[in-house]
């Protein structure tokens, strides 16, 4: 009777090395899921940060556009009321006041187009810090899913060290 007790006990503890390493292995699973998952996440970010990117080129151009209205309005007013005033078109002071005021335009352009692109290297250094932080995720879910598969490897070499030495101390070898 002694023998099937320990055939037994050497049987459980095989078994629950075994069960450990399964259960490892899908702790180890869920654990790259997770990464993955918290991954896509944060990738969701880069699709926001391009379409906010797309409104605030959109609202530059649209920028650009009406200044480039305004100054052609007042440009024109400039030139009606110099020939209202019966001054000559060609005359020095029309042509100082209009360039004046395209040199105003020239600068107003040439600073949103600065901050512009101010705005969108900000925005490609957010995208890059989204990509890194995604990147991070999924190595973050791979090695804690290493350290799970091997602790679980760990203790199934534990157990079967376990039990060969207890079927040695049964005299299962002799």
Known sequence: MLPVLQVLSLGATLLGGLQQKRQADSAARAA???GEFNAQ????NAVLIDKQKDVINTNH????KRRRMALDSVQSSVRANTAYAGIDIASETTFQVMDKNARE????????NFNNAVVNEQLEDAKEDVRLQA??????GGMQAA???NQGTTALIKSLGTGIRQADEYGFFT
């Open 135 to 140: 990147e991070l995720s999924r190595k973050e």
């Open 61 to 64: 151009s649209i920028f650009k």
């Open 147 to 149: 350290n799970l598969r």
């Open 105 to 112: 335009f020239d600068f107003e352009i040439a600073t949103a």
């Open 41 to 44: 996440l944060i990738e969701r």
């Open 32 to 34: 790259q899921e997770v």
